[in-house]
């Protein structure tokens, strides 16, 4: 079975890494990375994921209008989205707490609950 | 009856003559004592023509040199107020020079700023985000370590990336003390800078008001007022130029109350004051009319 791709995009390397680092060890996903919030659209061209991480807040782009870009193009319209932020607790998190329609979950990363959400995305 | 002889005898001719001689000689004694007295007469007066002519001539002599002492003087006058004018003229572009180079200078002081402003901004805000990653990964480290289902290798990872973040904050902190200390000693100089630049707009407006150019002198003052909004000397000054040249009573009055403002408590503050308020019954007087 082919490995579903994941597309993590946030100006934080250490979440990258450390995301990239942890949802690989699954072995059930290939994941990619992007640093450089103005580069998200190129990169969800050209890696096509069946799933995009996106960080809410970064110095040069906005998670939220990516998102909203993401959703108006037709070839791109179905991607599901988790989105990353600081400014969404644990328990807001927990109680599905959503922005622009997208699941959010907060930072610090909880991993259990973010391999739940993938999956939970994926189906 | 006999004839009498009308014959005269040669005596009586003799007597005839004499008596016409004398007569003569009579006339001629009058004309010539007459001629004399006439002459003696004329002479007097010409000799007191001459007295007033003379003493008329000393004095024109007297004046002329009066005159020539005054030229000689009002001609030094003129060479040093032309002096005095060639010198002003030099000050005046000198200073005008020294102020295009200031302003030049302390607008390369102001870029140098702004561009040292949003670097700390951008300090501030690289900071600011990275304490934040910096506090998740060491919450991130405690989280995977009480978690037995992390394996060592992801636990490692964290930890090294919290490590990392907290090293990555102090050099930025390190950044931040650099670009405020510079900052500091940048606005330091520019006050200075400004404060001299004011200095050069002040002298450049007094030298512009002794020649009566007072559209120049006021901008020039204006100038100043923008860098030394309570400079009390401008304001002065100003309301000075105003009131006794260019009859404007009601900006008068506003420089003179910056004045009074600025400086409170001096001599001149209280002569101010009674200028002020009789321009302020002038201006009622008047607005009555």
Known sequence: MAKKKILIIDDEQSVTRLLKFALEKTEIYDVFTENDGTKALVSIRSINPDLLILDVNMPEANGAEIAAIVKNNTSSHNLPIIFLTGNVSAEEAEAGK?????????????????????????? | MPEISKKPSKLTYVGVAAAVALTAFALQDLRLRSNLKSTTRITQDLRQEVEVLRKENDTFKMGELSDKTSINKLSEQLNTLAQDKSLTVSSQTELKKKVIDAESTLQAQNAKIAQLEGKLKEAETKISRQKK??????????????????????????????????????????????????????????????????????????????????????????????????????????????????????KALGHYRQYIKASPDTPEANRVREWIKQKEYDTTFKFKI
């Open chain 1, 98 to 123: 959503k922005i622009s329609g997208y699941p959010a979950l907060g930072k610090p990363i909880n991993m259990e609950r973010l391999l739940q959400q993938i999956q939970k995305s994926l189906c």
């Open chain 2, 133 to 250: 990653a910096s506090t998740n990964l060491e919450q991130q480290t405690k989280s995977a370590k009480a978690n037995p289902g992390m394996t060592t290798e992801y636990v490692k990872l964290v930890e090294n990336e919290w490590l990392v973040a907290v090293a990555k904050t102090d050099e930025l902190n390190k950044d931040l003390r650099r670009t405020l200390s510079e900052l500091s000693g940048q606005n330091q100089e520019r006050s200075k800078l400004r404060s001299d630049t004011a200095t050069m707009h002040y002298n450049l407006a007094v030298i512009l008001t002794e020649q009566q150019n007072f559209p120049a002198a006021i901008v020039e003052y204006q100038k100043v007022l923008e860098i030394r909004p309570d400079d009390a000397d401008s304001h002065y000054n100003l309301a000075v130029i105003y009131d006794d040249y260019l009859n404007d009573n009601e």
